[in-house]
Each structure stands twice: as structure tokens, then as C-alpha cells.
């Protein structure tokens, strides 16, 4: 399997990490019984748990691009050391804009986000 490919799999098992913490953050404010009806009504998650569910609504539409690229990339046939590197600043990044944004450290989490979307950008320009 193409490294992208890989790559691919390792961001998809990263949201679903980002998921599971998000909920779990959740469930401690606001617990089961809220959590597993209509959601009317429910109270703002702030703090930490907050942070963890914006992190990952912030991962879900990154994913897509990501997605989209690593895609083109593989059925174009034009993976190569820039589309690679990408992807791995891409997967990297990700990950320390998740571990940044749940500790709650607002510059250093925009720069996380600036170098992830740098790998979107590589990739990019290897499919124009």
C-alpha cells in the first residue's frame, strides 16, 4: 500500500481517537441520560471537553481534503517524495493540533493547523 494510503488510515484511526475523547469529555458534563436523548436543550460542553469536540469537528472537514488528495494522488499515479511528505505533515501536524488543542494552547494550535494544511498544499500541487 502507497504510504498516502497508510497515511490515510492513520488519520481516519486519529478522528476516531479525537471522537471517542470528545464524547468522553461529554459524558462526564454532561452525562448519559443528556448525551443519549434528543440533545434538546443541552448545555454548552466547555473546557477541555469542549476543546476535544471542536478539535474534532475542526479534524472532520480536514479529513475530507486530506481524503480527496490522497485519493487523486493514488488513482492519478502521482505519488512521489512531495505528495509523501504531505501527507506525513499532514498526519503529524494533526496530531499535535489535536494534543495542542486540548491542552488549551491558542498560538501553537493555530501553528499545528498552518503546517497541516502546508502538507494539503504539497499534495496539491503535485496533482495540478
Known amino acids: 500500500m502507497k504510504t498516502e494510503l497508510t497515511l490515510l488510515v492513520c488519520a481516519i484511526g486519529l478522528t476516531v481517537v479525537q471522537m471517542v475523547i470528545a464524547v468522553l469529555g ?13 440533545r434538546e436543550g443541552l448545555p454548552e460542553i466547555s473546557g477541555w471537553p469542549g476543546r476535544a469536540i471542536r478539535a ?6 480536514s479529513l475530507v481534503l486530506f481524503a480527496a488528495l490522497v485519493l487523486v494522488v493514488s488513482v492519478a499515479g502521482r505519488s ?7 501527507a506525513e505533515l499532514f498526519i503529524w501536524a494533526r496530531l499535535a493540533y489535536a494534543v495542542i488543542y486540548l491542552i488549551g494552547i491558542p498560538w501553537l494550535r493555530t501553528l499545528a493547523w498552518a503546517v497541516s494544511m502546508l502538507g494539503l498544499v504539497l499534495m496539491f500541487l503535485q496533482v495540478m
Open 56 to 61: 474534532h469537528r475542526n479534524m472532520l472537514e
Open 80 to 86: 512521489n517524495g512531495q505528495t509523501v511528505l504531505g
Open 26 to 38: 461529554a459524558l462526564l458534563q454532561v452525562g448519559l441520560p443528556a448525551l443519549a436523548g434528543n
